[in-house]
DNA sequence: AAATGCGTTTGATATAGGTCAAAAACCATG
DNA sequence: CATGGTTTTTGACCTATATCAAACGCATTT
């Protein structure tokens, strides 16, 4: 087992993460910030496409997004893939494999990305002596089973136009909170993507945001999104019974 | 704040309870497991019908079933519900409320019950103190993560058979975990609470149930289920593309 | 600049599952 | 044991989304 200083990879500080608010060390002051830093450290950048696990492959640390965008998805031995989420800077993955202690899914950078590795025995160590610690890890993996929850409700009882609402309205919420434009951006994922995500064909994608365009919701152009009527988009989700 | 031994409700040992290899309490021994039964407590029973925590609630506690049978499921304003699970003896809720300290669910209790009571400020002081209780708290609420994505990816990509296929081999699955019949159980839920789990009507869930009849797979009577053709339905869960 | 290839859009058609409705079976209650 | 309410089944019909297919746009390579 190597520790996060014999780790050829870049040192760096979470003291001085300008995604503190984000990711783990929320709440972390001091000296308890100093020894999370310890045992983080930077892996090499990932090139759009790169897996930065596999499925099956054995678990040994927790990753935290610094830049750019993943995937994570399931696959299923006939083929059929699921992909489960879409991750940003600030975001933890790599939590399901604690169960089985190997991963349950993969995660494929989006785009070119950087990532914190935090081994998890460590982490597990240092949550022992810092509760604070210990009650946002729990947090963090309670917000995953809630967010799961809310995709499970999406997927169980809505249609194609309220999934596609949906998803845009949460991807809006979390630029917004990124400091970027909640109502422009760039969507990193293909139409295929959106699709197996919201349980939906790409050709459905396709038609229903052409739809939202044509009655003055958006504006798509491939992957540039501008949302033009939030509130309207908003009262989509949900509204139609 | 309220701790065990104040509690009115019935204490019970955890270190005598048949569920020891279901529930939390696997690979602690000794003074370890003592410490545990300390912190849990026997809620007074819970009635068919009754819920165990409504969603807003403060969250305060994790619940282990003991007996009986329950159902987690959110609600939407709109009055739209999905159901998110079905548990049963030896299984955990209430790992949604970690996240915002209040539950984000309702627990519903589908038969006459008996819950275990694990306060969770009490269990995270103890998991501190037990490097192996803390590693089967995390993989517990890991284990939901996987689950859900199961989840997803059945509400996803399969087709009403395979998710009906799926479900009722899960449900065969854990009767046989806890020495029931693989073949041969009751089914505690309506055919509408299973739809929406599901994500179907209930009018497909009943159609699917009769079709699966009609081929010789199983046998319905109602909430009666035996399986006839444990091999085939298995070959059904993902093998349609 | 031409060629290749993936991703996207759009149209025509098919179908799984939803909706509506009615009857039957079951269960709890007085 | 009659009664009223819920759950389940089954049928007929409908619609949202899938499927199949073709054309187009954009990016990358030659």
Redesign the interface.
């Known amino acids: 087992m190597q520790t996060a200083s014999d780790n050829p990879c870049l040192r760096i500080a979470c003291s001085s993460c300008n995604l503190r608010e984000l990711c783990l060390p929320v709440d972390l002051q001091g000296s308890a910030l100093h020894r999370l830093d310890a045992l983080t450290s930077i892996k090499r950048p990932f090139r759009r496409g790169e897996y930065l696990y596999r499925s099956g492959e054995p678990f040994r640390a927790l990753y935290a997004i610094r830049t750019g965008f993943f995937k994570t998805q ?1 696959l ?7 992909v ?1 989420g879409f991750q940003m800077p600030g975001e933890i993955i790599g ?6 202690d190997a991963h ?2 993969d995660a494929v950078a989006l785009e070119d990305s950087e990532i914190c590795e935090i081994p998890f025995d460590q982490l ?1 160590e240092l ?3 810092l ?1 604070t610690l ?2 946002y ?10 967010r ?6 999406l ?3 809505m249609r194609a136009e309220e999934r596609l609402a949906a998803f845009l309205l949460n991807l809006s919420q979390r630029f917004s909170a990124r400091g970027y434009s909640p109502s422009s951006f760039h969507l990193r994922m293909t139409r295929q993507e959106i699709g ?4 939906l064909k790409l050709e459905t994608v396709s038609r229903t945001l052409s739809h939202f365009q044509d009655h003055g919701l958006l504006n798509v152009r491939l992957r540039e999104v501008e949302i033009m009527d939030m509130l309207r988009l908003r009262s989509f989700v ?2 139609t ?1």
């Open positions: 399931v299923h031995e006939n083929g059929r893939e699921q489960t939590l399901d494999a604690i169960s089985s349950s899914c597990e949550s022992r002596e509760p210990q009650r890890l729990h947090k963090i993996m309670s917000r995953e089973i809630v799961d929850h809310g995709i499970m409700m997927l169980g009882s197996s995500y919201l349980g949900g509204t019974a």
